[in-house]
């Protein structure tokens, strides 16, 4: 089981308005926030020390990814636009304007040749950002409402909407595999093995569901999410569920058999609503008004 000890080991005070994600680097070296200032932030969290700061966007900014290479950094806000930033120079490089709406979510492919972007505008564009065009090269618009989540494997896109429906996207045969939860989704995840899906939903449950069959293997509740998008993720070795809530706790649940393990109290009443795990270290990072908190637990099981 992981202990955690009782203080936060570190408080990234970012002097980024609301920080609306939080998200670590590939190999858990450096995190990215974003703000409501309309600013994207890079950071060593273990120092507490701001690295650089990249301005592109015209409004809030949602969501951002690094890339596999640690050379770019992706991201997505309210002024319906994809900005692509060059890591070391600051620069905005590229930025991409087809959403008719929002930008809620964006990601990069396992090459870091292609972006992914989940709009509110019930689509999904892929854009390749080798391409001088600024057009995308594939618009995903089975969505009947907001697209909130956004992940990718080697050869799968996987969406989360407000529609209530997960949708798989199997790139090797073509097809679409779609399951209903009945609530909107807040975050879908691949497990690290990549047989399962982790689905967070405003019925204040997470759910895990098996990857090919859509059966529901186990069910986590406890922590507040009706009314937010709210993250959730697996820990690094995919044996513990976390997810954050609207009562400005961290809820921590044992994958197996869906038990409460642990809830980390932020010492607000705001709402949780990114959080981040370590690729390989027992190590979360929290987003919470306009701070983030990084915990360390202090046993690995």
Request: with cysteine.
């Amino acid at each position: 089981m992981m202990a955690w000890p009782d203080k936060k080991t570190e408080t990234l005070d970012c002097k980024q308005g609301a920080v609306r994600c939080v998200k670590f680097n590939v190999d858990g070296n450096y995190c990215i926030t974003c703000g409501s200032d309309k600013s994207v932030k890079l950071w060593n969290p273990l120092r507490n020390l701001l690295l650089k700061t990249y301005i592109g966007h015209g409004y809030e900014v949602l969501d951002a990814q690094s890339s596999g290479d640690n050379s770019h950094i992706c991201s997505g806000g309210m002024d319906k636009s994809v900005v692509l930033f060059d890591v070391s120079t600051g620069q905005a490089v590229r930025k991409f304007r087809d959403h008719a709406g929002t930008v809620n979510t964006v990601c990069f492919n396992e090459e870091s040749t292609v972006i992914l972007s989940g709009s509110i505008d019930c689509s999904v564009r892929v854009w390749d950002i080798r391409s001088r065009k600024n057009q995308p090269i594939q618009v995903i618009d089975e969505a009947k409402d907001s697209v909130t989540s956004i992940q990718v494997s080697d050869h799968e896109i996987l969406t989360g909407s407000a529609d209530c429906r997960v949708r798989r996207y199997d790139l090797r045969i073509g097809r679409m595999f779609s399951d209903f939860v009945g609530k909107a989704i807040s975050c879908v995840r691949f497990t690290r093995d990549g047989q399962c899906i982790l689905v967070g939903s405003t019925d204040t449950s997470i759910k895990l569901l098996d990857k090919d069959s859509g059966e529901m293997l186990n069910e986590y509740s406890g922590h507040k999410n009706s009314n937010y998008k709210i993250d959730c993720c697996l820990n690094h070795k995919d044996t513990h569920v976390l997810s954050g809530s609207e009562d400005g706790a961290i809820y921590i649940w044992d994958l197996l058999d869906a038990k409460l393990l642990e809830k980390l109290d932020s010492k607000t009443s705001k709402t949780v609503h990114s959080i981040s795990f370590h690729p390989t270290e027992p190590i979360l990072l929290s987003a919470c008004g306009d701070k983030v908190f990084v915990w360390e637990s202090n046993q690995v099981d």
